[in-house]
């Protein structure tokens, strides 16, 4: 990394004026007095990294007009000019540079990658750095559109899969922090830059790891709070993919046991993580039950128990969104936002848009919110194709509600936009959690066509802003019609 001498702890707004910062909480002496909000303090033993986005990336491009030029017959001029050296490492450290500023955060502002901080400093492992460099760069290739990038994230990836199979070859490695957060991390890669027909497959070999990693580390890992929150991301993650691809990768009494374990910590964090676990647990159990009751031409036998199953399930949704407290609540606001993300144009979908005390809490709202959104989607399509011997009397009432609630989830989705181009840096690296919400909220069935053509921009938006590839690939399928994904069984793959 490129050293600029120890940086100054104190709060941007007081670094760029030039002022001493007194770093008091919850805001500066400074800003308090100007009545500014004040964006949190630089942590000086991680961020050491200069921000060299410009620089590098003008660098790059014109090492890239140097190599066409070079491809041209010399002329009396040209030969003058020596050819410029372009070296791989100050990219490198860019890349770390842009993970730290966009996806790690502050103190006071964190990111959806803070773990990395404490990571970094304490265990900083060949594979963890690969990783971080491979999303980096990755990012970066995507933004400035910059192939050769494109190519370094890719040779970074192949070495941080080589080296974190090297550690699971040791077991003390294997069972590390930072093998874990290197494997976490992996999966923020493929939607960066997965292509379609690959980005399930890895998302899930990732999965798949971070399990069996799980399991491996035991109740050791909750010694120190950098473990206990990587086993409730990793947990978290898992869950929400079941949902949507009913794999059983989850079932593992080992998890169960380290889970219940984890309940006795009394961490508020972590209880609410466990406590929504639990229920997307259950609402894996009975996704796949409700795949196997469909067949291709119809759902078999009673369903009608299913469909109680799937309303109970949402109550306790409901109830646990109920139970949050006041730490992880947002407020709506209803005048327009205006973006403190380098002015990219973020409209609101509505009048009202939401603001919430954290990116990572508003994270978990969209989870919350597709969750449900993919629960009444099931419950439609139960009541829609059952027959009139498995239909329950209250079919269409049920079917009525359920659209009700999802137009609800819908706006709500799409009202936590702004937020994330709005917070500052850590909430404009969060847009990479955005995507799938958004894609699950277009598959409705009786969304309008302005919702569904403002959320295909909003995803394009994305990929071009944060250099988010599922994004660009999830507005693709959006105008084709076509979510490409059997994300609800019974329901076909419309196109409209």
């Not at 994270?363 to 139960?382: D, K, P, S």
């Not at 660009?472 to 959006?478: A, E, M, V």
Request: glycine share 6%.
């Amino acid at each position: 990394m490129v050293y600029r001498g120890k940086p100054s702890p104190g709060c941007a707004l007081c670094r760029k004026r030039r002022l001493k910062c007194d770093r008091r909480q919850p805001s500066c002496s400074q800003c308090s007095r100007m009545k500014k909000e004040c964006p949190g303090y630089q942590d000086p033993r991680a961020l050491r990294i200069y921000d060299q986005t410009t620089a590098v990336t003008a660098k790059a491009l014109a090492r890239a007009a140097a190599t066409r030029k070079a491809a041209q017959p010399p002329t009396a001029e040209s030969s003058k000019t020596p050819p410029l050296i372009y070296l791989s490492t100050p990219i490198q450290e860019q890349a770390m540079s842009h993970i730290f500023k966009y996806y790690v955060g502050t103190s006071q502002n964190r990111g959806v990658l803070p773990y990395l901080t404490n990571l970094l400093n304490t265990d900083p492992s060949g594979a963890l750095q690969a990783t971080v460099k491979a999303v980096g760069l990755a990012c970066m290739s995507r933004i400035h559109h910059l192939p050769e990038l494109r190519r370094l994230a890719a040779e970074e990836y192949s070495k941080a899969l080589r080296a974190t199979n090297t550690n699971l070859q040791d077991a003390v490695s294997a069972t590390s922090d930072s093998t874990l957060g290197a494997v976490v991390t992996l999966s923020l890669y493929e939607i960066i830059s997965g292509h379609k027909s690959q980005m399930m497959d890895a998302w899930l070999n990732h999965a798949q790891g971070a399990i069996k990693l799980l399991e491996l580390r035991g109740v050791q890992q909750f010694d120190s709070p950098t473990g206990l929150g990587l086993f409730n991301s990793a947990r978290l993650q898992i869950a929400m993919m079941n949902i949507f691809f009913r794999t059983n990768c989850y079932s593992s009494p080992t998890i169960t046991a380290l889970s219940n374990h984890a309940r006795t910590l009394f961490d508020t964090n972590s209880q609410v993580f466990d406590d929504f676990y639990n229920i997307l647990i259950m609402f894996n159990d009975l996704s796949i039950r409700i795949k196997e009751a469909y067949k291709n031409d119809g759902f078999r036998g009673n369903i009608a128990p299913l469909i109680r199953q799937a309303l109970r399930l949402d109550a306790d949704l409901v109830s646990w969104a109920s139970s949050l407290g006041r730490a992880w609540q947002f407020t709506v606001a209803s005048h327009s936002p205006s973006s403190s993300s380098g002015g990219i144009p973020v409209c609101s979908y509505d009048e009202a848009y939401h603001v919430y005390p954290g990116i990572n809490v508003a994270v978990l709202w969209n989870h919350y919110r597709q969750a449900r959104i993919v629960l009444h989607e099931m419950i439609r399509t139960m009541c829609l194709g059952a027959s009139e011997r498995q239909a329950m009397p209250e079919s269409q009432q049920i079917m009525l509600k359920s659209s009700t609630i999802n137009k609800q989830l819908v706006k709500d989705v799409c009202a936590s936009v702004p937020h994330f181009f709005t917070s500052g840096e850590a909430g404009f690296g969060g847009v990479a959690r955005l995507p799938w919400p958004l894609f699950v909220a277009a598959d409705c069935t009786d969304i309008s066509p302005h919702t569904k053509n403002w959320i295909a921009q909003i995803l394009d938006i994305i990929a071009t802003s944060a250099g988010v590839q599922q994004a660009r690939i999830l507005s693709h399928l959006i105008k084709e019609g076509r979510h490409g994904f059997d994300l609800i069984p019974g329901k076909c793959k419309r196109v409209s």
